[in-house]
């Protein structure tokens, strides 16, 4: 596995969408893989689409039925998308999941920033396969200063101690 320091020089996949008015770049999880976490099929400020195509990768048994860690992660995804900023966190989430995933449905994830307090944002985020909702879920994230993984939060309070 490489080093941090090395992804940095590495030329990162640039994901961009148009909408009606301007173009809206991808700032954050620019190394998702899609396949598993989902397609951004539309993209706007505060707001994102994740369409999910469940894959045999993903089941959880022999019947058919879709782990529900990829449908929190595709999710998740959205979420993190639709605030698109480069250093988001997840600090917190509320999800229900409504109704069985299975293997080949395509799952749409619609994700709407609700409110913004300074660098806080809760996003609100549902899934439906076709007109059955999946999914709901409150996500609350924190925007960094700096990648948490640079962030320095337990070297510093040693230090205070």
């Known amino acids: 596995m490489k080093r941090d320091e090395e992804f940095e020089d590495e030329e990162l996949d640039i994901h961009e969408y ?19 976490s989902g397609e951004i099929v539309k993209m ?12 045999p990768e993903m089941l ?8 529900g860690g ?12 639709a605030v698109n900023e480069r250093n988001v966190v997840l600090v917190a989430s509320d999800c229900q999941f409504l109704s069985p995933v299975k293997l080949h449905d395509e799952v749409h994830f619609v ?8 660098r806080k944002r809760n996003i609100h985020v549902v899934g439906h396969v076709l007109d059955i ?3 709901e879920g409150e996500f609350k994230t924190v925007i960094t200063e700096k990648h948490v993984l640079r962030l320095k939060l337990l070297e ?6």
């Open 60 to 67: 959880a048994d022999d019947v058919g039925l879709i782990h």
């Open 111 to 118: 994700a709407r920033v609700r409110h913004k307090e300074g």
């Open 44 to 55: 706007e400020l505060g707001y994102v689409e994740v369409l999910l195509t469940t894959l």
């Open 156 to 161: 510093d309070e040693k230090e205070e101690a």
């Open 133 to 135: 909702k999946v999914f």
């Open 18 to 36: 148009k909408t009606n008015t301007e173009e809206v770049v991808l700032s954050t999880h620019q190394r998702i893989n899609q396949a598993l």
């Open 70 to 81: 990829f449908i929190f992660s595709a999710a998740d995804f959205a979420a993190m998308a």
